[in-house]
């Protein structure tokens, strides 16, 4: 599969895991607690706005995504794992999971796992990247034309 649809993909993936966190900001629900998108109240000492926070978090899982799509693609051209097996995808999905709580979230503020930004979010990050992983492989068994 080619870089660029690879990337679309799992963009596509992030923008489906989130819906929760659209239809909470289009209700005007619980706008400290956007579920399943990173809550930045801060950025670089700045304090965010309600609507800043969504779009920043938005920003944020977005790019995640897409790095999620790049950087397993990477992997597969490399040929270090068979290409867009449920179980490949699903330790990668860990591995990237360890690698965003433990290295990125640290280095943007939020502590390890998130655990500034709230008791939740250790868990709705293991969550988001598995079902990005169940989804890309869902796609691309569904759509046999994406198969490598």
């Keep these: 599969m080619p870089m660029i649809s690879a990337v679309f993909l ?5 923008l489906i895991t989130a ?8 209700r005007k629900k619980a706008p400290r607690n956007i579920p399943l ?4 109240k801060t950025f670089w000492g ?3 706005t309600a609507g800043e926070v969504f779009w920043f978090g938005m920003f944020i899982h977005l790019l995640m995504a897409a790095l999620f799509g790049a950087l397993y693609e990477l992997i597969v051209v490399k040929s270090l794992v068979h290409p867009y097996q449920l179980g490949n995808l699903l ?3 860990f591995c990237f999971y360890l ?3 433990g290295v990125i979230f640290p280095v943007v503020g939020q502590g390890p796992f998130g655990r500034r930004a709230g008791k939740t979010v250790w868990y709705e990050l293991l969550i988001v990247h598995h079902l990005w ?3 890309i492989w869902l796609t ?3 759509y046999p034309v994406l198969k490598p």
Aim: hydrophobic residues 60%.
């Design 10 to 14: 799992s963009l596509s993936a992030g």
């Design 19 to 26: 819906v929760p966190g659209i239809v909470s900001e289009l």
């Design 37 to 40: 998108l990173i809550d930045v």
């Design 46 to 48: 700045r304090k965010l």
């Design 91 to 93: 330790v990668y999905a």
């Design 99 to 101: 690698f965003v709580g």
């Design 133 to 135: 992983a169940l989804i």
């Design 140 to 142: 691309v068994y569904l």
